[in-house]
């Protein structure tokens, strides 16, 4: 199976056999028709609980290895904002594991701890600069993402990208390409 997806304004193709399912397991467990309000305040006539697949056994090993195959040569860690992204970065670095390329993940919180280190980011530390690529579940205005990049950023890591499994097509990626990242979407609408 072919996927294109756009990133920064380049097309590739990534060919994961398992993209298929896990398009089938988005449409059958996370999206819902309804009456909506989105993290960003947005109100919507549908929502999709990334949440429902990359929980799912299958789900979160199909987005781990979709993801991998996405991520920019020399990345040296996924990052992401807890809650969403928690599944996410646990199953890229899983997988690449398995793949014998581990990548290690981040967790960034929302508040910093309130004990201990009071630290934003959960995970190992990385040396100053490495190449960090911050992974979302889904991308409506993009400021939950573009929160973890600044985060990450405010560590002394380097962030050029960030990838999604479903974009909503309702400005991240403009924001995104204004802030200077790259940006890629396994879906979109």
């Known amino acids: 199976y072919k996927s294109i997806y756009k990133l920064n304004?380049?097309?590739?193709?990534?060919?994961?056999?398992?993209?298929?399912k896990l398009l089938e397991l988005f449409c059958r467990l996370a999206y819902k028709?309804?009456?909506f309000t989105l993290s960003s305040g947005q109100k919507s006539t549908y929502y999709i609980n990334g949440k429902l697949v990359?929980?799912?056994?299958f789900g979160g090993l199909w987005t781990g290895q979709v993801l991998l195959e996405m991520l920019p040569v020399g990345t040296?860690?996924?990052?992401?904002l807890t809650l969403g992204a928690d599944p996410i970065v646990s199953a890229v670095s899983v997988v690449s594991a398995y793949e014998n390329k581990p990548i290690p993940a981040l967790i960034i919180r929302k508040q910093p701890k309130g004990h201990g280190t009071a630290a934003w980011?959960?995970?190992?530390?990385?040396t100053p600069n490495t190449n960090v690529v911050v992974l979302e579940d889904v991308v409506t205005t993009g400021q939950s993402a573009l929160f973890a990049v600044e985060k990450l950023r405010d560590a002394g890591y380097t962030v050029?990208?960030?990838?999604?499994?479903?974009d909503r097509q309702q400005g991240g990626a403009e924001l995104y390409a204004k802030e200077g990242l790259k940006f890629g979407a396994v879906f979109d609408l």
């Not at 040296?76 to 992401?80: E, I, K, M, P, S």
């Not at 980011?121 to 990385?126: K, N, T």
Request: aromatic share 0%.
């Open 9 to 20: 304004k380049k097309i590739k193709i990534v060919e994961h056999p398992n993209r298929e």
């Open 76 to 80: 040296g860690a996924v990052a992401g």
């Open 33 to 35: 028709s309804g009456d």
């Open 160 to 166: 050029t990208n960030v990838l999604t499994l479903v």
């Open 121 to 126: 980011i959960e995970g190992s530390e990385l």
């Open 54 to 57: 990359t929980l799912h056994p």
